[in-house]
């Protein structure tokens, strides 16, 4: 069975495995550290809502308005409407975030 590395010497060969193993740990730095920066943003975003009810509420709601219109794009699109005309209800608040 051929292999790139078939052409390779020893010595180049274990060059290739110690880059491939440095790679491997700082991927595995990087997605250990994204992890405590994605657990602390819900802590943070727990302990806003705990502390504002009046937010959350209307998080919840806008979360509610999100789904009906994107079910209501996907309905359209069943009935043949090859351009849903929906804009992200997050979309008006903060233009820019995403979504359609």
């Given at each position: ?68 219109s994107q079910q209501q794009g996907l309905f359209g ?24």
């Open positions: 069975m051929y292999s790139d590395y078939d052409d390779l010497n020893f010595e180049e060969r274990l060059q290739l495995t110690e880059s491939e193993i440095r790679r491997r740990h700082q991927q595995r730095m990087f997605l250990r550290r994204n992890a405590q920066l994605l657990q602390q943003e819900l802590e943070l975003e727990a302990e806003l809502l705990e502390e504002n009810p009046e937010l959350a509420q209307v998080i919840h709601s806008l979360n509610m308005q999100e789904i009906q699109v069943m009935q043949g409407d090859s351009n849903p005309k929906g804009q992200s209800v997050w979309n008006k608040f903060f233009p820019g975030l995403g979504g359609n």
